[in-house]
């Protein structure tokens, strides 16, 4: 995505072997948004708990270094993490390991997480964040490394499109519609994992929502408000990013007039 140009180069902070300098960088622009989504993943979440009698299998889009999982499976804050992390001299692994053992664990939700970055992925693997890290670009068709994970029912992705489009979405339903057509799961049909995910306002959703028309998904943009994202991190990413918006027709006066970016939620949920 074109737009992806306008945004600050985060790569050097995602392939760290320690969160760091990522939680670091992040709280300097305020990049909470993970505690906005932690709630409405969790809401779908409790909703299939009601219809599937173990564990439910989310696998996390775009997981740097097992965020979401701190939040949802440990039941951890953004602002907990950057606490234990950013306060002092650097943990070691061992005492980030002790760290996360110690926190209430929701046995309720197992994670895979999918990430381009392999040191973030150790990272989440050694703590226990995941089941298991699979370390693809999400954009390159070779998924056949998803067609040894169980059953997936829930698809999350927070911050991560616009890194990855529409492509990344027809890869993944594509291995999925080829791996759950077919199965049976306790005498009943596999039924397609549901997607929730933020997408910021300034990126275009018209290829992936034709995408997931589809494979005969029905995508949905939540009617809750915009969620603040994070600061901009100078003034010409900010006026590049409202320009685009403005070129959309969108309106930036409640939001990103204010020196932030903001995230709309999107639902896909199969439509049979
Ligand atoms: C803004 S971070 C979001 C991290 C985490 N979800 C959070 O909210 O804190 C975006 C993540 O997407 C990953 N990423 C970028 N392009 C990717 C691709 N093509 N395939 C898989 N992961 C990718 C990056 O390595 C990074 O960890």
Do not use: W
Request: hydrophobic share 35%.
């Amino acid at each position: 995505m074109n737009e992806l140009k306008v945004k600050k180069d985060f790569t050097d902070i995602y392939i760290q072997d320690s969160p760091c300098s990522y939680l670091k960088e992040m709280d300097r622009l305020e990049y909470f948004i993970s505690d906005s989504t932690k709630p409405l993943y969790n809401s779908i979440i409790q909703q299939l708990e009601e219809t599937v009698s173990r564990p439910i299998n989310v696998l996390d889009l775009g997981s740097s270094y097992g965020i979401n999982s701190s939040l949802m499976k440990y039941n951890l804050t953004m602002s907990e993490l950057n606490d234990f992390f950013l306060n002092g001299t650097e943990p070691t692994k061992k005492e980030a390991k002790q760290f996360y053992e110690e926190c209430t664990i929701n046995d309720n939700m197992n994670f895979y997480q999918i990430d381009i970055s392999e040191e973030a992925l150790k990272f989440s693997e050694e703590m226990n964040l995941c089941e298991r890290g699979i370390n693809i670009d999400l954009e390159t068709e070779k998924l056949n490394l998803l067609e040894s994970l169980p059953k997936i029912d829930v698809v999350i992705a927070t911050g991560c499109v616009g890194y990855i489009g529409h492509q990344a979405f027809s890869n993944l339903l594509k291995v999925i519609k080829n791996r759950q057509s077919n199965s049976i799961e306790n005498g009943k049909e596999y039924v397609a994992p549901i997607f929730a995910f933020s997408v910021l306002r300034m990126f275009d959703m018209k290829d992936i929502k034709e995408v997931f028309e589809m494979f005969d998904y029905s995508v949905v943009k939540s009617d809750i408000k915009p969620i603040r994202q994070r600061s901009f991190s100078d003034s010409k990413e900010k006026a590049q990013t409202v320009s685009i918006l403005h070129d959309m027709g969108i309106n930036t006066k409640k939001y990103e007039d204010d020196g932030n970016f903001y995230a709309d939620f999107y639902i896909a949920k199969p439509k049979n």
